[in-house]
């Protein structure tokens, strides 16, 4: 739903026009945002990342508008029209589909810096759902344009192919992960992984919130809900973790790590 006080005048149409196919309850988009790449806190992990000043400045320049997306509202659905690929200012997101009986199957978690809305590349409608797990800010960036620029400035192709493939690791350790670990082995990943992401962001690696309930925990690494809590009380009666709600303290990350196979 577009706020009436914004000032779509400084907006073009075609800027606007992604924002339009995707506008739901809870989507609020602020105007003009020339020059805000400059000083985004997560500019290095997005696709500012490594641009010379004048690639910077003609991204900026096709940012659309910048989208807040409240708690729980979702910023696309399966078989929405794809128009234009999402960057995460503030925030945290779920990717879902839908399985075949009806259930919820979350497949990401994406935090601030990356980017959500590959997934319509090819076939020019989305084919998850994404939906924020706290009161979030995506740049809208239309892909029309962003793909003429990638074409004039190659770094900036880069850094989109990159975001792709980053994708498409993302996928690949998540196949590995459910075929061939354990399920404390899983859940002990999921944190390491969330902790190094929120270390890659400046913030604590030993302390942080899950924005994921339990439940979507379990569905993303294939557990079921009373496994994930058995694991989460195992963890921390053996000293490696502390759990207070939703808030997570690694003890002892080098513990979780050797759990693993990973090096402490």
Sequence with gaps: MVDSSIRQESCSSAQLAPLRAVATAGIVPFGDLHGHCTTCGVRTLCLPSGLDPEALRRLDESVGVRT?????????????????????????????????????????????????????IGADHFTCQ??????????????????????????????????????????QSMMLL???????ERLALFLLDIAERYQARGYSAREFVLRMTREEIATFL??????????????QENGHIQVQGRAVKLLDSAALRRLVGQAA
Aim: glycine share 8%; aromatic share 6%.
């Design 130 to 171: 994404a939906t924020a797990l706290e009161d979030s800010e995506v740049c809208v960036l239309p892909f029309h344009q962003l793909d003429e620029l990638g074409l004039e400035f190659p770094a900036l192709r880069h850094n989109v192919l990159r975001a792709m493939s980053r994708d498409l690791a993302r996928e």
């Design 178 to 184: 459910l075929g061939s670990r354990s399920a404390e």
């Design 222 to 235: 294939g557990l079921k809900l009373e496994t994930v809590s058995r694991i989460f009380s195992s963890l």
């Design 68 to 120: 807040r997306v409240k708690r729980k509202a979702s910023l696309y659905r399966p078989g929405d029209r794809f128009a234009a690929v999402y960057a995460i200012r503030i925030g945290t997101f779920k990717t879902v589909v839908l399985a075949e009986d009806g259930r919820e199957q979350v497949t990401g978690y994406r935090m601030a810096g990356e980017i959500i809305g590959l997934d319509g």
